[in-house]
């Protein structure tokens, strides 16, 4: 039985890290001196999902929030995907999830950018690629193993 509870628990853990990570005021003392504050905001403005000018690809920084979006969001879609078993759902909800941290990050003075899902969303088909792909390979080889048998 505790194998039943530990992939859902799995998952939780790491939604509230990529949750807290998403809505701690400071992301570069978050990631570099493990510092968590808040700084509500009651009223953000939602047209700042529009913002593009912002991206700053050589900015060292920058690529590297960036790259933690991909992996995030990449092990969010296996750890869900370990749990619920089905990747048409998985999609649509890590996808949502995607979309629901950049909105919640208006309302804690961050930059919440549609730009930003686009990112999550590379991680999550990533992952869902590699998983596709491992499971065709362990199927084409599980059917060798019959046909030779």
């Given amino acids: 039985m505790p194998n ?8 939780f853990v790491w939604a ?7 809505c701690t005021s400071d992301a570069h003392a978050f990631l570099f001196e493990q510092l968590i504050e808040f700084n509500v ?29 991909i992996y995030a969001f990449g092990l969010l879609f296996l750890l869900l995907l370990n749990w619920i078993k089905r990747y048409k759902i998985t999609l649509m909800l890590c996808g949502t999830f995607a979309f629901m941290t950049e909105v919640l ?5 961050r930059n919440g950018r549609l730009f930003d899902v ?3 969303i590379v991680g999550i088909l990533f992952s869902y690629v590699l998983c596709r792909a491992i499971f065709l390979k362990t199927k084409e080889v599980s059917r060798y193993e019959n046909y030779a048998k």
């Fill in 118 to 120: 686009g990112i999550d």
């Fill in 105 to 109: 990050q208006l309302f804690f003075s």
């Fill in 4 to 11: 039943l509870y530990f992939a859902p628990f799995l998952l």
């Fill in 41 to 69: 905001e009651i009223a953000p403005n939602f047209r700042d999902l529009l913002i593009t000018n912002d991206i700053h690809i050589t900015n060292e920084f920058y690529v590297i929030q960036k790259i933690g979006h």
């Fill in 16 to 22: 509230v890290i990529i949750l807290i990570a998403g």
